[in-house]
């Protein structure tokens, strides 16, 4: 696959909304284990780190040479699935898989705010998933930005195609727990209200967020 997208930069070519598809699909099923790295690393070491610049020349775009050492770094963080999830979104309206791929990536680089700025690209009749959402809320977590992390967890239990797992409301709690946040004295969690709660600290927070998930499951 990483040989025939060669072909079809060298070429000129401007591939179909169709055929780009395709290519995410067998991409996104790839993208695990052995075969991912594969795919990403034949691309690197096949020369082509013109990425960017070959989707720019077959758009018709020039290159500023005054951001040659920006390029380089956006270059450098683009694998073989970003660059196909890139090329689409810049022809075609994105979708569910190319916005996933893109994700995934800003995720790998620490970046949970630029991926989740990326969520609101989804078109309204393609349907949002799990998958797509919680690389994102998982990194929220791990830097532990608990006011960001809650505010996308609310707006995944509102999203209707995205089915949450038993996991993914432990993550959450284990978050707000690990932060202190259920504890008496501790500060109020910022922008807690704003979601709905009427407490953002303490044991009536623990059991507000409790009660609230305790409908998705009854």
């Not at 598809?21 to 070491?45: D, H, I, K, P």
């Not at 991926?115 to 949002?128: H, R, V």
């Not at 830097?143 to 195609?161: D, G």
């Amino acid at each position: 696959l990483t040989i025939a997208w060669e072909k079809i930069k060298e070429a000129g070519i401007i591939p179909s909304n169709n055929t780009l598809n395709v290519c995410l699909y067998v991409t996104g099923t790839m993208a695990s284990g052995v075969l991912s790295s594969a795919l990403s690393g034949g691309l690197s070491s096949s020369g082509s780190k013109r990425q960017l610049s070959a989707v720019l020349s077959i758009l018709g775009k020039d290159n500023d040479t005054n951001k040659e050492v920006e390029d380089k770094k956006i270059l450098d963080a683009i694998d073989f699935p970003t660059e196909l999830a890139l090329f689409h979104d810049l022809l075609y309206k994105p979708t569910e898989k190319s916005v996933s791929l893109r994700v995934k990536r800003l995720v790998s680089f620490g970046d949970a705010a630029g991926a989740e700025y990326l969520l609101d690209s989804i078109p309204s009749n393609d349907d949002a998933r799990l998958r797509t959402y919680l690389p994102v809320l998982k990194l929220y977590c791990e830097q532990a930005n608990v006011p960001a992390a809650l505010r996308l967890f609310k707006r995944m239990r509102n999203e209707p195609t995205v089915r949450l797992e038993p996991e993914n409301y432990v993550l959450m709690i284990s978050t707000v727990a690990e932060n202190g946040y259920f504890k008496s004295d501790s500060k109020p969690l910022e922008g807690a209200q704003k979601l709905g709660y009427r407490h953002a600290r303490g044991p009536d927070f623990f059991d507000e967020m409790v009660t609230e998930m305790s409908e998705d499951v009854l």
